[in-house]
């Protein structure tokens, strides 16, 4: 048995981290915490913090940090021991990053690495522009409309093609910004830490994966799965 590990994707909208973080807890023992997704799961069921969030979401803005850190305490207190963490979209100010490791450290446990997935800004307006949302299937998938035979298989199964209110045009330019001047300072925060580990998102999703197995791996993750849980 390995040690549970615990890992931050960090990168801008459309670098990839939900596709990366579905195949990593494919591979390895954690519970995946994608904030955006969880957020967009109370906006369906019509909670009061999905209410909050979809004004958010239609400005391309973050949710106060207080709401996200209560959200990320509790979800956090509940992972099993022998499970380790990978964050999607958490933490994305200072803030949050501080508060992240005062939460792991009441909970004995640490961070292991943060994967930085760096893209261009063209790149990610042609991937974020021409994302859709495949509903209706399990938990949603994002595919590109350019990849027909994927928009074409979702379709032929039953679910639904849907573009996320975030990835309209008008909000796509304000979430690189916000990226740029509220998360993008957290690389020089891990790399200060010693826990920074950059590498390039361009490529396929496979591609990307290897590089973040290889790295996981020399920092002593374990290879043994799978049962999951998000
Ligand atoms: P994502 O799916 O990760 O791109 O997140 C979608 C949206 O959810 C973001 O644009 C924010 O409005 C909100 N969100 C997700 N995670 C956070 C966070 N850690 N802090 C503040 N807002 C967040």
């Given amino acids: 048995m ?11 909208p459309g670098a990839g981290k939900s596709t990366q973080s579905r195949l990593l807890r494919g591979r390895f023992p954690i519970v995946v915490f994608a904030t955006g997704q969880m957020l967009r799961d109370e906006v369906q069921h019509g909670t009061p913090l999905g209410v909050l969030a979809d004004s958010y979401f239609k400005n391309g803005t973050l949710l106060p940090d207080e709401i996200m850190i209560a959200l990320m305490t509790a979800r956090l207190r509940d992972v099993p021991a022998d ?9 994305r ?9 005062q939460i792991l450290a009441r909970l004995g446990r640490s961070l292991t690495a943060v994967i930085a997935l ?6 990610a307006i042609h ?12 938990e949603p998938f994002p595919l590109h409309i350019d990849d027909r035979e994927s928009v074409a298989a979702c379709l032929r199964l039953g679910g639904r093609i849907v573009t996320r209110p975030d990835d309209e045009p008008e ?9 740029d001047a509220e998360t993008e300072p957290l690389i020089g925060f891990y790399e200060q830490r010693g826990l920074l580990h950059r ?3 361009a490529g396929t999703p496979e591609d990307v994966h290897a590089k973040i197995v290889a790295i996981l791996e020399e920092a002593g993750a374990g ?8």
Avoid: K, W
């Fill in 2 to 12: 390995s040690q549970p590990f615990h890992v931050i994707l960090l990168g801008a």
């Fill in 83 to 91: 499970r380790g963490v990978l964050l999607d979209g958490f933490p």
């Fill in 93 to 101: 100010t200072t803030v949050q990053a501080e508060a992240l490791d």
């Fill in 118 to 123: 760096g893209l261009s800004d063209a790149d």
């Fill in 127 to 138: 991937r974020l522009g021409g994302r859709r949302m495949c509903e209706g299937l399990g």
């Fill in 171 to 179: 909000v796509i330019l304000e979430r690189l910004r916000v990226y």
């Fill in 199 to 201: 590498i390039s998102a």
């Fill in 223 to 230: 290879r043994q799965s799978t049962g999951n849980s998000s």
